[in-house]
């Protein structure tokens, strides 16, 4: 089944440009080495706010990237930007 990573963060707004290509150095690097992540986005609430939704083919799948991405240069680079950093998984249980 599905599930939804929500992942929300505050971020200097001085440094939107790097939140954006650091998140897409991390999906990049995630993506090469895990299968199972259909969807990466990322969008921004107001200047200091976004929110990551990433949709994982399944809760395994989700559950070995997150066990082996936080030691990775990627994921460094780009949570070294945020704070206030929150996280929930959704499962899809429908879809319309």
């Known amino acids: ?3 939804i990573r929500v992942t929300r963060f505050q971020a ?3 440094d939107a440009e790097q939140v954006q290509v650091r998140h897409a150095a991390l999906v990049s ?3 090469s080495a895990h299968a ?3 969807e ?3 969008g921004r609430i107001d200047d200091e706010t976004w929110v990551g939704f990433w949709r994982w083919d399944s809760a395994a ?3 070995a990237a997150r066990q082996a991405a936080p030691g990775t240069p990627a994921a460094a680079a780009a949570f070294s930007m945020a704070r206030d950093v929150t996280a929930e998984d ?3 249980v ?3």
């Open 1 to 3: 089944m599905p599930v």
């Open 12 to 14: 200097d707004p001085a």
């Open 29 to 31: 690097a995630i993506r």
């Open 36 to 38: 199972g992540l259909a």
């Open 40 to 42: 990466a986005r990322l």
């Open 61 to 63: 799948d989700l559950q």
């Open 90 to 92: 959704i499962e899809v």
């Open 94 to 96: 429908d879809e319309l």
